[in-house]
């Protein structure tokens, strides 16, 4: 079992910047693959990034590439999503996600993901 607790959300101009931190526990908590997707108001529950444990590998939904970082310490047990230049249009609940599954690459599918967290909202002003 793994437990996520998402952070790092808030009100932020178009433009700026935040990170977004997802604290994992549990027995498998670094043996993971990790990931973040979104959801805005009235609309489905998209992907946006996620990293393999060693973080060897990472994929980007197309929306967020060149602006978002994801990167991971397995130390701490954290993934992180570093969101620069940021715009309207990223205003959302953001849910970090784990992945019990040794896949070769992260997966971008909802479904793939065993464990949520309850989500942090970020807010995108214009």
């Excluded at 952070?7 to 990790?34: F, Y």
């Excluded at 060693?54 to 999503?81: C, E, H, M, P, Q």
């Amino acid at each position: 079992q793994v437990q996520l607790v998402e952070s790092g959300g808030g009100l932020v101009q178009a433009g700026g910047s935040l990170r977004l931190s997802c604290a994992a526990s549990g027995r498998t908590s670094s043996n993971v693959v990790m990931a973040w997707f979104r959801q805005a108001p009235g609309k489905e529950r998209d992907f946006v990034a996620a990293i393999s444990r060693s973080s060897s590998a990472t994929d980007y939904a197309d929306s967020v590439k060149g602006r978002f970082t994801i990167s991971r310490d397995n130390a701490k047990n954290t993934v992180y999503l570093q969101m620069n230049s940021l715009k309207p249009e990223d205003t959302a609940v953001y849910y970090c996600a784990a992945d019990r599954t040794a896949r070769a690459r992260p997966s971008r599918v909802i479904r793939s993901y065993d464990y949520w967290g309850q989500g942090t909202q970020v807010t995108v002003s214009s």
